[in-house]
């Protein structure tokens, strides 16, 4: 008997044809959504990792980087960056699991905070991340160039 030729039928072309089109768009959004975000803060001779959240504020953030930037104490509990231009506020989450190591976008001045002690979410903060490893290199004083980058 002599071996048969596979039947596609013109409905089966047309389905394959689709889902081989959109196949390729769907992969990435799933590897995107399973992709851990990763981004580096470097000044003097410190460093610090933060796992990022995904919500876009934290998109924006990604969108200007990498930047070389200022970093300086605030108050007595963080570190700030001042941004080149305000983030989009589409993050915006109320929270209450408030913990060192957190960074946020201030609403207020559009800054980074880089919190090292405790702190209290007032409706004026959006959480970007949090911080992997220790908060020691946070403590080291001073205003100093800062280079923030995705790794």
Known sequence: MPPQKPFLSRRGFLAS?????????LIPARARAQQVMRMRV??????VI??????????????MLPVALTIQDFSTNEKIVHLPRRLDEGGFES????????LCYFLGWGNLALFHDDYT???D???????????????????????????
């Open 17 to 25: 044809a689709a889902a081989s089109t959109l196949t390729p768009a």
């Open 42 to 47: 470097q000044f003097d001779d410190q460093e």
């Open 50 to 63: 933060y796992r990022l959240t995904d919500n876009p504020t934290t998109r924006d953030l990604i969108s």
């Open 95 to 102: 929270f209450s699991d408030e913990a060192p190591g957190d």
């Open 121 to 123: 979410f007032r409706n």
């Open 125 to 151: 903060l959006i959480r970007l991340g949090r911080l992997e490893g220790p908060v020691t290199p946070l403590l080291h004083k001073g205003e100093y160039p800062v280079r923030i980058e995705m790794i």
